[in-house]
């Protein structure tokens, strides 16, 4: 599951979930302002890992400033990968779903995230989220328009930014709330990759089978193809719906849409 629609949607559908489940913890019980800020995070974050990748989506999407990290990233993760190999693992040449793509990533990611919140509260979610609302609308745009679309990637991702700076109340747990949007929307990505024909290697360093990058994955009966019949068909479409009920249910908790309080749209409460 590796197209942009497909990914940006998991990782919303992730939040939602979370959010909708976690009733007992901090998590659960977010502002309907907090809610929102990490949806567009996850949602953005959902398809961060592929920065390992030259040619990905998200590569593209501010231009030389992301085309050039991509690059440094592959490198990065195509030397560690050549460091921690075992002999059972391929030898194979780039750093596609590599380091971006496995759990020490996802942490890492949450908490550099909260700890750049936590730094200054009047430019570093702002920005932040100026940087994943541009990934998640790049994501959902599948087919775009350098030329046409980058403006409205820009103006969005600005829109929600200038809603950003109006918040000013942010706290240390919301911060911490934004570092869980993070890690959930990149595990969002691994799992997304581990039903596709390649798996994805997100429980490195631990080695299984004699491989430190094993690559996580299903039987080969249940796995699809990138971009194939059965994602754009059935998984992108199942997720969007699970994405839009999950957010119902935390937004009715907010308070924030007064008449989702009246639909009943958890049946096992």
């Given at each position: 599951m590796s197209t942009g629609p497909t990914h940006a949607m998991s990782g919303l559908a992730a939040w939602a979930?979370?959010?909708?489940?976690?009733?007992?913890?901090?998590?659960?019980?977010?502002?309907?302002?907090?809610?929102?800020v990490g949806a567009v995070l996850a949602t953005g974050a959902a398809l961060l890992p592929d920065l390992d990748h030259p040619e990905s989506t998200v590569s593209s999407t501010f231009g030389p400033v992301t085309a050039a990290a991509s690059k440094l990233i592959n490198a990065v993760s195509h030397g560690?990968?050549?460091?921690?190999?075992?002999?059972?693992?391929?030898?194979?040449?780039?750093?596609?779903?590599?380091?971006?793509?496995?759990?020490?990533?996802?942490v890492l990611a949450a908490v550099v995230t909260t700890a750049t919140v936590q730094t200054s509260r009047s430019w570093a979610l702002p920005?932040?989220?100026?940087?994943?609302?541009?990934?998640a609308v790049r994501g959902i745009l599948h087919k775009w328009s350098p030329r046409h679309d980058a403006l409205w990637i820009t103006g969005t991702s600005l829109l929600l930014t200038y809603a950003c700076?109006?918040?000013?109340?942010?706290?240390?747990?919301?911060?911490?709330?934004?570092?869980?949007?993070?890690?959930?929307?990149?595990?969002?990505?691994?799992?997304?990759?581990?039903i596709t024909e390649q798996g994805c290697p997100m429980l490195w360093p631990v080695p299984i089978a004699w491989k430190t990058?094993?690559?996580?994955?299903?039987?080969?009966?249940?796995?699809?193809?990138t971009g194939g019949k059965v994602e754009m068909a059935v998984v992108g479409p199942v997720l969007t719906i699970v994405a839009v009920w999950m957010s119902a249910i935390a937004l009715q908790r907010t308070g924030v849409v007064p008449f989702l309080e009246h639909i009943p749209l958890t049946p096992w409460a």
């Open positions: 979930g979370v959010t909708a489940l976690a009733t007992g913890s901090a998590v659960g019980n977010l502002s309907a302002k907090g809610w929102l560690v990968y050549r460091l921690t190999r075992t002999k059972r693992d391929s030898n194979r040449d780039g750093g596609h779903r590599g380091l971006t793509h496995t759990l020490v990533f996802a920005l932040l989220m100026f940087f994943f609302c541009g990934l700076l109006k918040w000013t109340d942010q706290t240390d747990a919301d911060a911490a709330a934004c570092g869980v949007a993070v890690g959930i929307g990149c595990i969002a990505h691994y799992f997304g990759d581990a990058w094993y690559p996580v994955a299903p039987p080969k009966i249940m796995r699809m193809r």
